[in-house]
C-alpha cells in the first residue's frame, strides 16, 4: 500500500460518475492512485493560472 504524503491536506471532492471511471481506468494503467493523480492535475492547473498573471 502507498504511503500517505507528507503535508496533506484532506479535502472533499463530488467527481462524476465518468470522471471517477476515468480515473480508476488510470489508476490500473498507470499504476497512480488516484488521489495523486488529482494532486497532479491540480497542480498543473495552478502552474497554467500562475503563468497567466
Same mark, same amino acid.
Given at each position: 500500500?502507498?504511503?500517505? =504524503?507528507?503535508?496533506?491536506? =484532506?479535502?472533499?471532492?463530488?467527481?462524476?460518475?465518468? @470522471?471517477?471511471?476515468?480515473?480508476?481506468?488510470?489508476k490500473e494503467?498507470?499504476?497512480? =492512485?488516484?488521489?495523486? @493523480?488529482?494532486?497532479?492535475?491540480?497542480?498543473?492547473?495552478?502552474k497554467q493560472?500562475?503563468?497567466?498573471?
Amino acid at each position: 500500500m502507498p504511503t500517505k =504524503p507528507v503535508n496533506v491536506k =484532506p479535502v472533499m471532492v463530488y467527481l462524476t460518475h465518468e @470522471q471517477h471511471a476515468s480515473l480508476l481506468k488510470l489508476k490500473e494503467k498507470l499504476g497512480t =492512485p488516484v488521489s495523486e @493523480q488529482i494532486r497532479r492535475a491540480i497542480d498543473r492547473y495552478l502552474k497554467q493560472m500562475e503563468s497567466r498573471k
